[in-house]
């Protein structure tokens, strides 16, 4: 059971960029949703889902893009990379019913 | 507007005394809260949770309390050991939308 997994660890993109950082877990969770930190800004909500097929924004969704087509998999999208993306990434999962999340390792991005 | 405060960015406390972590928010309709605590270059741990519908819960050493007229839940740690030095992120759900505050830096002091 590996939980929730984030590939890359770190990447470097340049301005106007596009990449997709990954995530999966094999809980079988219903709920999954992505977090950026940045230094004293605490955890902010970018996108989540409730379930295959199903996506919202969360408090900071401009200039990134999900997708659920499966239970396991929840992509984030950054189409245009910018300086302000510079951050460190959390995906996270739960069961709906239960709100106790399990977060990812992490990915730490850095645009120039 | 930031939903979940957590005014303290740092606290320091003696080993095996009590910590005491404070969270306020400003919506009414969040119906759960949670408690988190992360550790460098890891990813958030879930600690403890309590419904609206409650004003207490314990597990072991920790034991959240809320306070709904006030909008406030703290975080209670006792004994403090060296291991709870981390960053604890206290946050909110409603609507589906987990929302976090800021965090605090936890030091426990030998």
């Known amino acids: 059971n590996a939980g929730v997994t984030q590939t890359p660890k770190f990447q470097v993109l340049k301005t106007g960029q596009s990449m997709t950082l990954q995530c999966a877990q094999d809980m079988n969770h219903e709920y999954m949703s992505w977090y950026r930190q940045d230094p004293g800004m605490g955890l902010r909500l970018i996108h989540y889902?409730?379930?295959?097929?199903?996506?919202d924004q969360g408090e900071v969704p401009n200039g990134y893009n999900v997708s659920r087509s499966t239970t396991e998999d929840f992509p984030l999208r950054l189409l245009s990379a910018a300086p302000s993306q510079t951050s460190v990434y959390f995906c996270?999962?739960?069961?709906?019913?239960?709100?106790?999340?399990?977060f990812g390792p992490g990915t730490r991005l850095t645009v120039l | 507007d930031q939903q979940v405060k957590q005014n303290s960015p740092s606290l320091s406390v003696q080993e095996g005394r009590i910590s005491i972590l404070n969270c306020d928010y400003t919506?009414?309709?969040?119906?759960?809260f949670l408690w988190y605590k992360k550790y460098p270059a890891e990813g958030p741990t879930f600690l403890i949770s309590?419904?609206?519908?409650?004003d207490k819960n314990e597990d072991g050493r920790f034991t959240v309390f809320l306070n709904k007229s006030a909008k406030h839940l703290s975080l209670h740690i006792v004994p403090s050991q060296p291991g709870d030095s981390a960053v604890y992120f206290c946050?909110?759900?409603?609507?589906?939308?987990?929302?976090f505050g800021k965090g605090t830096r936890l030091h426990i002091l030998p």
């Open positions: 919506n009414s309709m969040f119906d759960y």
């Open positions: 889902s409730v379930g295959a097929g199903i996506t």
């Open positions: 309590i419904s609206s519908i409650k």
């Open positions: 946050a909110a759900h409603r609507d589906d939308k987990i929302i």
């Open positions: 996270a999962s739960s069961y709906r019913e239960r709100l106790e999340q399990f």
